[in-house]
């Protein structure tokens, strides 16, 4: 399973952007997807997460009412919708999807995109 990311950019404190995330690669199911993100001397951390199951979503405290993550099951893409970027949003923000692939449940990762919210 191959992962594209796309949508990462700079853009001006209080701004959007909508990040994509693209699957692809043979014969798969996606179970959760997610997105990470990590910035210069941190670790990485988990922003928001999509279950396959009842599509309940999670979101890290300091993204609540500002990110929206959601996915399209026919294009096997995931979206994170994040609205009034703040500096601190300034990452490197990366997708994961746990897929069954022949039977095996794997995890697989972006290669990652820069955001950048200028102060």
């Known amino acids: 399973v191959q992962l594209v990311e796309s949508g990462g950019g700079l853009v001006q404190a209080g701004g959007s952007l909508r990040l994509s995330c693209a699957a692809s690669?043979?014969?798969?199911?996606?179970?959760?997807m997610a997105w990470y993100r990590q910035a210069p001397g941190k670790q990485r951390e988990l922003v928001a997460a999509?279950?396959?199951?009842?599509?309940?979503?999670n979101y890290a405290d300091s993204v609540k009412g500002r990110f929206t993550i959601s996915r399209d099951n026919a294009k096997n893409t995931m979206y994170l919708q994040m609205n009034s970027l703040k500096f601190e949003d300034t990452a490197v923000y990366y997708c994961?999807?746990?897929?069954?692939?022949?039977?095996?449940?794997?995890?697989?990762w972006g290669q990652g995109t820069q955001v950048t919210a200028s102060s």
């Open positions: 999509l279950g396959s199951g009842n599509g309940r979503s």
């Open positions: 690669g043979g014969t798969f199911s996606i179970k959760g």
């Open positions: 994961y999807v746990d897929a069954v692939v022949d039977g095996y449940q794997y995890g697989y």
